[in-house]
């Protein structure tokens, strides 16, 4: 452009880049310090070179796929009878173990317990740090998150980022592609086939919390997953039994299957309302059993936030729990993505359908798809067949006659006519969806183009001003227009906003 208004003297910018001032100069060094330069250099995923994850698949070799030839080597049996043997013996001992209420009532509570040191600890807390948590906190989300019996926080953290990092992919230690079974559990009980992508945990290398709960995970996991739901029902009512049973071994299988949810139910049930690039989902049904983790498609495209439903009335305990220790003191910096950035994602997503639908139907054809015709070849065609001239566009009413709201006699009348001022409420203000329809009869353009003073609304059909339409499109529809001729520039109209194309008000 070259408006004057625009033109300004380059000694009114200043530059862009400011030059490098002494003081700059010297903050530098000072910012990172060679400790901080250190820890920088140490993380794990600092030397990653730009292709690894397909250089990986290529040239790394997985581990033969699962057979009956190998299957005695390639599962792991300690985990076979975690998964498998330990609910099968729970649920036999639990036939032999009468349930009263108290200890039905505590199970459930401990599984709460447990499991939230699993979704508010190990993984909103550890893997995302999508808050901070004072050291109380920290030793009761690692204590509790041990009761879970899910491995250590640093070994659980760095599957899980592996798997943020590199959703569906081989690299993913989890991956849904290879099916519910196999993210559900299957990736426990088989050695796995290749190491998960690299990921960084160096920062909770340097957690005390991370490092002392890994020192003592064996204890803590017979403490807090078997003792204490086991001595808790024996002191205050006097039931060991049904307490070992119910909220030690049967509650420690429901917390399983509540987090491995998060891995299979979470990518493979309900909606995609952010993205739907990869395989999370949103549904309230796994919200349900993963103590609020449910809301996969949102959490997946915001981790750092600390919440999973964004929505007052959707079922998150986990984010209640975390609020709540902010409100008494201990938990702080709670991240909420950009409500305006979560917007765009779902406006993006909705548009997306609303193409769909968009490309589902039949719309009329393009000025330029359609003959041009003059007027006196208007009038000699429209003799032989009903034609009929509205807003510069002539329509081929044969197949209407007899559906006509108003008579087939009020179309035979505007036969071989201009009927633009009578379809527009000079006879009858016609509806939307008469306008609609009457777009799809167009079988040619008048030459000479619409009439001076026509309105926009009388050019472009109800249905197609709100049209949705690709970036790529508008640049396509703005070169057109602008290189087309005069008769067909006055119908060229941009797809996105119904607005007339700049040199149609020219002709005007
Ligand atoms: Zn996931
Ligand atoms: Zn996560």
């Given at each position: 452009m070259d408006h004057p208004s625009l033109r300004v003297s380059p000694a009114q910018f200043s530059p862009i880049t400011p030059p490098v001032s002494p003081q700059l100069k010297a903050r530098v060094p000072a910012a990172l310090k060679p400790t901080k330069m250190d820890e920088l250099t140490t993380?794990?995923?600092?030397?990653?070179?730009?292709n690894y994850v397909e250089h990986t698949i290529r040239t790394v070799k997985p581990l033969p796929p699962l057979s009956w030839r190998n299957f005695h080597t390639e599962l792991n049996w300690l985990n076979v009878a975690i998964i498998c043997v330990m609910p099968a013996l729970g649920v036999l001992a639990a036939c032999y173990t009468p349930l009263c209420w108290k200890t039905l009532f505590f199970s459930i509570f401990y599984y709460f317990v447990t499991g939230m040191g699993i979704?508010?600890?190990?993984?909103?807390?550890?893997?995302?740090?999508s808050y901070n948590a004072s050291l109380p906190l920290q030793y009761i989300l690692a204590i509790a998150g041990a009761?879970?019996?899910?491995?250590s926080i640093k070994w659980w953290c760095r599957g899980h980022r592996a798997h943020h990092r590199?959703?569906?992919?081989?690299?993913?230690?989890?991956?849904a592609h290879k099916g519910f079974f196999y993210s559900h559990v299957g990736w426990i009980m088989l050695k796995p086939r290749r190491r998960p992508g690299v990921a960084d945990v160096s920062d909770l290398t340097h957690s005390p919390v991370v490092q002392w709960q890994h020192k003592y995970f064996i204890p803590l996991i017979l403490i807090v997953g078997f003792a204490i739901p086991t001595l808790i029902p024996w002191y205050f009512w006097g039931d060991a039994k049904g307490g070992y049973v119910y909220a030690g071994v049967l509650r420690l299988c429901f917390v399983h299957h509540s987090t491995f949810c998060v891995n299979s139910l979470a990518h493979w049930l309900g909606e995609t309302p952010f993205d739907d690039k990869h395989t999370p989902r949103d549904h309230f049904a796994t919200a349900l059993v993963t103590i609020g983790e449910g809301y996969h498609n949102f959490h997946h495209q915001f981790?750092?936030?600390?919440?999973?439903?964004?929505?007052?009335?959707?079922?998150d305990p986990t984010k209640w729990f975390i609020y709540g220790c902010q409100k008494i003191g201990l938990?702080?910096?709670l991240k909420v993505f950009p409500e305006n950035e979560v917007r765009k994602g779902q406006l993006t997503m909705e548009l997306k359908k609303l193409k769909e639908t968009q490309e589902s139907l039949a719309w009329p054809s393009h000025s330029d798809d359609l003959p041009v015709i003059s007027w006196e070849s208007y009038l000699e065609q429209s003799r032989e067949r009903p034609l009929i001239l509205i807003s510069g566009f002539i329509h081929d009413v044969s197949s209407f006659l007899d559906e006509h709201p108003g008579g087939p006699h009020l179309l035979t009348k505007s036969v071989?006519?201009?009927?633009t001022t009578a379809f527009f409420g000079g006879v009858y203000d016609h509806s939307n969806a008469a306008h609609n329809l009457l777009a799809m009869k167009r079988v040619g353009v008048l030459l000479?183009?619409?009439?001076?003073?026509?309105?926009e609304h009388q050019t472009i059909p109800p249905g197609q001003r709100l049209m949705i339409a690709r970036y790529d499109d508008i640049n396509f529809s703005t070169s057109s227009s602008s290189s087309s001729s005069c008769l067909s520039s006055s119908f060229t109209y941009s797809d996105t906003d119904g607005s007339p194309a700049p040199d149609s008000s020219e002709s005007r």
């Open positions: 993380r794990a995923d600092m030397d990653v070179p730009d979704t508010a600890g190990y993984h909103r807390l550890w893997a995302h740090r009761g879970a019996v899910e491995g590199y959703t569906d992919t081989d690299l993913d230690p989890y991956d981790p750092m936030d600390y919440r999973n439903a964004i929505k007052w009335y959707q079922y938990a702080s910096h071989g006519k201009d009927a000479g183009g619409i009439p001076h003073g026509l309105l």
